[in-house]
Each structure stands twice: as C-alpha cells, then as structure tokens.
C-alpha cells in the first residue's frame, strides 16, 4: 500500500483534482488538517472510512499513523491544505517514510494564492508591471527563514508577493513593504478562500493593516502586494497574443 499525499486544495469540496476525488474515494484512513479544511472535502471519503484530524498532532505522531495503516495494508490519504508543494511538511514526512520503508506519492492541489487570485480575478503576472511572482512568508512563531531569503529583497524586484502565514503581522509587513512598493501599494488579503466563510479585504499597504485587525483575522489567509492587484490595472499587452506577431499557418 501507498501513503498519497493529495492536495486538498484551499477548501471548497469541487475545487480537489479528480484523481485527488478518486484517492479518497477509495481511502480507508483519511488523516487531514482540521484546521484549514472545509469539512465538505471530507464528504469525498466512504462512509467507513477512519478520519484523523491532525491539527493536535506532532510529525512524529503523524508519521506513526501513516505507518500503521500501511503495515494493516490499508489505503491511506494524507490531505494538505492548498498544494502539497509549499507549506505543507511533506519533505519531512516523507523523510520518516522513507526510513520506515514505507512507499509514497503526491497528489498537487490548487494552492492558496491562486484562489485568492481567483476570487478578486486578478492575474498576478501583468505585462510591463509584473512578470514574477514570489511565493514566502513570513516569520512569526514559526521556522527560522533561511540567511539571504529576506523580505526586502524579495520586495526590492517589484515582483507580486504572495506571503503565507503572515496576516498576524500584517501591519508591521505593510510598513517594512511600503518603503519598496510606496503607501499606495494594491492589497488583497483572503482569508479562508472558496470556503463558506470566506472574507475578502481590499486595500493598499496603507490601510490594510487596520482592516486586518477590525476583521480579526488570526489564520488561514493568504496576502497579495503588488500594483498587479490594482482593481483598475493597465499594463502591457502580451507579445504572444499581438496581431503584430508573426504566425505560421498550419495546414
């Protein structure tokens, strides 16, 4: 049997890849994070299916559960918020499998930052105003962020930010941006995207930490900084898509 580690996405239940809906379907133990997870996602799983909510335990205890269900020759779905590929601890789980000889594989989701982008219809990547986009977070009670992987510098390109675990210090990445982007920066800051109780709050870099704290906000929402954000944005116009660009007719 395999651990699948399956991206579940930013938490509406039709918004997981069919093979993701497929892995659940099948799964006998489902170990998920209660804490960012729409519990609507899980109605993809058998009706018998052993749930585990993780958001109480360590890697460790994770790891354990993942082995067990294996070694009782179980399927078992390990879900992710967003895509497994950032912020989600696989690295180190899969480390613990490894060494456990335990098989595993990865599903991607849609990640937070594009759902954000989605719901305000933004594209993050506007010709002539952004043509990068840097995905970081920031540091809180968290891990160390590596030497050179600094805020400034990454705000220093102009490039659209997409910070992660970082609405607790929304005023205070405001002020440190503000001095790269200027007071009248475009942000979006959403908090539980595609869920239920979803909150979308839109502002600049001068006002956004205020509305963050009317909102209360504490977890869950993902931050875009950039002039791509501006509701009314005029940049370039894609060369791949100009009427002056040569075509060859295919035939």
Known sequence: MTVHFVGAGPGAADLLTL????????ADVCLYAGTYLDADVLGHCRADARLVDTQHLDLDEITAHLVQAHADGLEVVRLCSGDPSLYSAVHEQARRLDAAQVPWDVTPGVPAYAAAAAIVGAELTVPELAQSVVLTRAQARSTV???GEK??????????LALHLAVTRSRELASELAEHYGDGCPVVVVSKATQPDQLVLRGT???????VEAAGLRQAAIILVGPALAPDVRGGESFLYAASRERRARG
């Open 19 to 26: 093979r993701a809906v497929r892995l659940l379907e099948v």
């Open 145 to 147: 962020m590596p030497p």
């Open 151 to 160: 805020l400034a510098a990454f705000a220093a390109t102009g490039a659209t």
């Open 205 to 211: 870099l001068a006002d956004i930490g205020d509305q």
